[in-house]
């Protein structure tokens, strides 16, 4: 998987992550510019999924790599709807920080991603 897309998920996660964390020291609760961002990269992550179907080929039986691949990218596409669903749910400072956790979890899914990606 070659390209700026993995690269660019990963940065927008890390810059998601710290934006969260910014809002936890301020004491705020997540907003629609938070949401968007969020969005975002789910967009990214849903364009990184199509185009590693497109490029693993139609393989008839699947193997354990491309099972692996295809795990963590779905991962990937719930990690922030469920952060974010938890903490509109909770409405407290560790809700919120667990959209912190959930966008450093989505770049390290990104970059496990890269590792798995069949040669």
């Known amino acids: 998987m070659d390209g700026p897309l993995p690269l660019a998920l990963i940065a927008a996660s890390l810059a998601f992550t710290l934006v ?3 809002y ?6 997540p ?11 789910e967009l990214g992550t849903l364009v990184l999924l199509v185009v ?3 490029q693993v080929g139609d393989v008839s039986i699947p193997g354990a ?14 990690l922030l709807p469920i ?5 509109l749910a909770e409405r407290s400072r560790g ?3 667990v959209l912190m956790v959930a966008g450093l979890a ?10 798995v990606w069949p040669a």
């Open 65 to 78: 790599g491309e099972i692996t691949l295809f795990g963590y990218l779905v991962a990937g596409l719930v």
């Open 31 to 41: 907003d629609w510019g938070l949401l968007g961002f969020a969005g975002v990269i």
């Open 24 to 29: 936890v020291a301020l004491d705020r609760t």
């Open 83 to 87: 952060g974010f669903a938890w903490s």
């Open 20 to 22: 969260a964390l910014a």
């Open 95 to 97: 809700a919120t920080a």
């Open 52 to 54: 590693a179907a497109f």
């Open 106 to 115: 989505q770049a390290f899914v990104v970059v496990r991603t890269l590792q």
